[in-house]
């Protein structure tokens, strides 16, 4: 009974220990992909039937069925082979390059377009930051059966030039803080690269496209800390992730370990002192003849205190 309880601290000591890692790499992937690609499948089939003429080169817009009002979508046919040639000068917010090729290859195909509107954060959760703008999707499908539904998704990519989202209008960001874009794939993983001339993001591929801030702003490190040549060396945001997550990784491993030791020899000290504190009371009693108060039980609880911890808030937040 005694040993269970002290695993159980142990336990819960360690998961909360580690708890900030595992946080960290949530914030590069959106685990509860699910829902967002089931959302994909019923907005991909509302903008088929959106489709009057199966006229290629020209946008349609879709309704969406009652319960996703807020979200828009449209549906654009293309020739593959126009596509590559000529590319899209505007699609909605995107303009897409010359030099477009699709896996596998189809004679045509659809680009179909979402904007989530308010339902962005409920789709693409990202905890750790805010939403400036909506998030705007851009899928490819097969356009050769317009009244094919559940369509599997074709891969895309910009050969040439990068595709460009122009948002258009973006929430002021707040000040001190740094405006990024965000790309999240089909598999829910997400990419952060700079905006461009304010409203623009550039992208090689399909997904899902938004302006986020990180919603509490990292403090700037202290220079003592950080030499100027290392902080330039940290610069690429691919080494930057690696190396911060291991410091970080080592850091609560480190500090777990201390605090497992810290842990033992409290619980050491404990037993130590209920057993003094039982020996002198027997001694007590045995001189005195007082009655034995045993109260000692509840002493055990002191560790479960040190590991209650505030839940992480999500903040991620889009207010047209
Ligand atoms: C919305 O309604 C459509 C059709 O009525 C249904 O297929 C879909 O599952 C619903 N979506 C949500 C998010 O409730
Ligand atoms: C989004 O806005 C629409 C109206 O434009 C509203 O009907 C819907 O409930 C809102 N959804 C959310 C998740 O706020
Ligand atoms: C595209 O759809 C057509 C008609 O349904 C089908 O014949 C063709 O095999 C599909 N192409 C791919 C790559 O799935
Ligand atoms: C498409 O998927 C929906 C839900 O996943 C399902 O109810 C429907 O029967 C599917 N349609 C076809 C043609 O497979
Ligand atoms: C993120 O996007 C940039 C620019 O498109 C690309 O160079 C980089 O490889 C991407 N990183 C990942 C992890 O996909």
Known sequence: MELQFHTLTILILIITLLWPLVESQSLRNIPEIGPARVLDAI??????????TPKTGVSFDGIVPRNLTGVQISALRLRSGSLFTRGVPKYREFKLPIGIIEEPYVERLVLVYQNLGNRSKVYYPLPGYKYLAPVLGLLAYNGSDLSAENQTNLEIEASGDPISIDFGSVRPAPDGSNPLCVWVNLHGEVNFTNVVSGTRCLAFKQGHFSIVVKSKPIPPPAPSLVPPAASEALKPDKTNGIDSRVWVFVFYVAGGCVLLVLLAVLVLWIRGYKKRRKTHKMEQAAEGGE???????GSMKAPTAMVTRTQPTLETEYVP
């Open 43 to 52: 907005l991909q089939n509302y903008a088929y039937r959106a489709f009057v």
């Open 291 to 297: 009655p034995l108060h045993m109260t000692m039980i």
